[in-house]
């Protein structure tokens, strides 16, 4: 071979070993890619996985978190609880315990799923027993030691031997401190083989456990505020019992305030009629003697006895004055009648409808009752209008006036007189009753509508009277301006509305 | 730089000089790589610098002329790889704008160690194209083969100058293409 071309089959040959190592090179690059692309696959399907379990986390978190403030009650925040827990961790039965510090059982919920009836009887049986066996004082002790999710041997919380259950987690839900009571809420969840507790999802549940504390915790106040608004209702009740009882006593204290003034009013014609029917009785019997002649000799001759006899026993003075009596006796009876009849509408409070009265009307019948109390050292001036129709409750505007009245007439007690004025003012029918009383001190205008607020001694006053006129008067959308001077008079000036 | 870039320059090479030009120059230099080059490996600037130079002092030729004449069959053996709207570009102006803005972009995505000039584009016009080139190589001229090699693959007559060059102390090359 000449040398010409033994220099090109070296340089071919050196040509031909560079691109073999090239082509190394090359297949090299191609395997570190292959490799590299397969870890990524690796690591990207562990980024996968990590997602889809971060996924299930939030979604378990999430869930418990928005299902658990919608719960009604405190049973049905831990229901969802043991639920959500079994079928986020899968595998174990769960059991809730409410345990107080003398290990008694407050309340407990089992919780398990399976696809087949008879499992979870079987499940549910299994979870009976456990909870029988349960060594409730070391279970006690256990969560007082540890406030955090544990995992721990069933045997150690257990008064027997337990082969079906290996394991338990136990999530303290809460400690209540009720008085001397001391309550603990855990959740139990029991795992047969250590190869199904997932820790990972243990830790989920650890970190949903502060935010189920606090939901617990609301819920407790919640049920706890529901309880006594119950109480306070109840209490409302009462105070409304008593309130009625009080208005009743104090619609007596009026009544047995003017029982002795009627009583004399009553008394007064009563006594008078009773004279006059004694008086009567005495006329009878001299008539009867005056016509005796009649009845003993039936003729004509018996005349002259019978003039003789008219003119002896003054008949025609017994007849004008049986007339007289008669009359005054009708006239007493008519006003013991009335007066009785005033105060049966007084009594009767029963109606609560607004009808068409007439306030001049029920201001006379209130004078009426009252005006035994003004007879001595008082006088009562009037000024009322023919008849004034308002919307209102006879027998309680008749309160009201009484109430007003008397008021008046107890601020006079040296006597004074007494002005009922009712006039019309646009629409409105105006009702002044002004006395010449002590007045009201300025500092007390203000609490004189207040219930018990009163200047009279212990025992004399209830303190209502004002304050039930006062929400009568509201009844009847009427208005009430007090205006009052000390040593000269107290007015009170009431509108209603006229009613066409 | 790329294994791609070498072994289209010994392609060159050995097409206008024949194989044992690339052989006694491997011989003479004794390169870091001993001048086995894999396309997608990096290999150190250094060695392109060093073929370059041997080359112009053994052909005499002024390193400015012979890399504006690689660039031009580099452009060859680069375009099959371009993208694929690059190459449907309908002009050699729309093609050089899509340099910087997609094919490098897209070589970043391929390469992402790949170390590749920056273009900035000034003056567009119908006739004019000043193409701010930057790169640490200075290998402006390469850059200047490589745009006439794109003028005669879209049937274009450019002029190419520089107004201002990274060789001449300037901060950036400015690549004036002017289209005839």
Redesign the interface.
């Known amino acids: 071979m000449s040398e010409e071309a033994q220099?090109?089959v070296d340089?071919?040959e050196?040509?031909l070993k560079?691109e073999r190592?090239?082509?190394k090179?090359?297949e090299m690059?191609l395997e570190n890619y292959t490799r590299e692309l397969l870890e990524q696959e690796v690591l990207n399907d562990e980024t996968r996985m990590e997602v889809e379990n971060q996924q299930t986390q939030l979604s378990f978190l999430t869930g418990l978190l928005a299902e658990t403030w919608s719960k009604p009650t405190l049973n049905k925040i831990v229901e969802n609880y043991l639920e959500r827990t079994c079928a986020f961790l899968s595998k174990p039965d769960n059991l809730f315990i409410e345990l107080d510090n003398q290990c008694n059982y407050g309340q407990f919920q089992y919780y398990t799923q399976s696809s087949t009836e008879s499992e979870i009887n079987e499940h549910l049986q299994l979870l009976k027993s456990f909870l029988a066996q349960l060594d409730r004082e070391k279970l006690y002790d256990l969560l007082q030691q540890e406030q955090e999710t544990q995992l721990i041997d069933t045997n150690e919380i257990s008064n027997e031997t337990q082969d079906f259950y290996q394991f338990c987690v136990m999530v303290p839900l809460y400690t209540l401190a009720l008085e001397d009571k001391k309550t603990v809420g855990v959740a139990v969840l029991l795992y047969q083989d250590q190869q199904d507790i997932n820790i990972t999802k243990l830790q989920t549940l650890e970190s949903s456990r502060s935010m189920l504390s606090i939901a617990i915790e609301r819920k407790r106040a919640e049920e706890e505020l529901q309880q006594q608004l119950i109480n306070l209702e109840e209490t409302n009740k009462v105070l409304e019992q008593t309130q009625l009882q009080l208005v009743g006593q104090e619609k007596l204290a009026s009544l047995g305030f003017l029982a002795a003034g009627v009583a004399h009013e009553i008394n007064n014609p009563v006594g008078f009629v009773l004279s006059n029917l004694d008086t009567m009785a005495d006329y009878i019997k001299d008539i009867k003697s005056a016509l005796q002649p009649l009845a003993d000799e039936p003729s004509s001759t018996s005349l002259p006895q019978l003039s003789k006899n008219y003119e002896e026993y003054e008949l025609p003075f017994l007849f004008e004055d049986s007339d007289e009596i008669l009359k005054s006796s009708v006239e007493g009876l008519e006003r013991v009648k009335a007066i009785v009849a005033d105060l049966s509408t007084f009594s009767r409070m029963e109606n609560d409808e607004l009808e068409p009265i007439d306030v001049t009307k029920v201001i006379n019948k209130s004078l009426n009752m009252v005006s035994n109390e003004f007879k001595y050292k008082h006088h009562i001036e009037t000024d009322l209008l023919e008849s004034a129709t308002i919307l209102g409750i006879e027998s309680k505007l008749q309160q009201v006036f009484i109430n007003l009245f008397v008021n008046a007439k107890q601020a006079m007690a040296e006597g004074g007189t007494l002005y009922v004025r009712c006039y019309r003012e646009r629409t409105k029918i105006m009702v002044r009753v002004k006395d010449e009383g002590k007045g009201i001190p300025h500092e007390n205008i203000k609490e004189i509508f207040t219930p018990f607020f009163t200047t009279k001694a212990p025992g004399e006053g209830t303190g209502l009277g004002l304050s039930i006129s006062y929400s009568i008067l509201q009844q009847h959308n009427a208005k009430v301006e007090v205006l009052s001077e000390p040593n000269k008079g107290t007015e009170f000036v009431i509108s209603f509305f006229e009613f066409f | 730089m790329k294994g791609s870039v070498f072994n289209a320059l010994q392609e060159f090479v050995e097409t206008n000089h024949g194989l044992e030009a690339w052989d006694t120059m491997l011989n003479t230099l004794d390169l870091p790589s001993q001048g086995i080059y894999t396309s997608s490996i990096k290999y150190d600037d250094s060695e392109m610098f060093s073929i370059v130079t041997y080359y112009c002092e053994a052909l005499n030729v002024p390193a400015s002329d012979l890399l504006r004449t690689f660039g031009e069959f580099l452009f060859s053996k680069l375009m099959p790889m371009a993208p694929s709207e690059a190459k449907k570009a309908p002009s050699l102006h729309a093609f050089l704008y899509m340099v910087d803005n997609l094919i490098h972009v897209e070589v970043k995505k391929i390469y992402a160690d790949s170390n590749l000039p920056e273009f900035d584009y000034k003056d567009q016009s119908d006739q004019h194209l000043t193409m701010i080139y930057n790169s640490e190589r200075k290998l402006c001229h390469l850059s200047e083969g490589l745009i006439l090699g794109a003028a005669k693959h879209f049937g274009e007559e450019v002029s190419i100058s520089q107004s201002k060059c990274l060789h001449e102390g300037d901060d950036a090359c400015h690549i004036e293409v002017r289209f005839l």
């Open positions: 220099n090109k340089v071919l050196r040509a560079r190592a090239a082509r090179l090359a690059q």
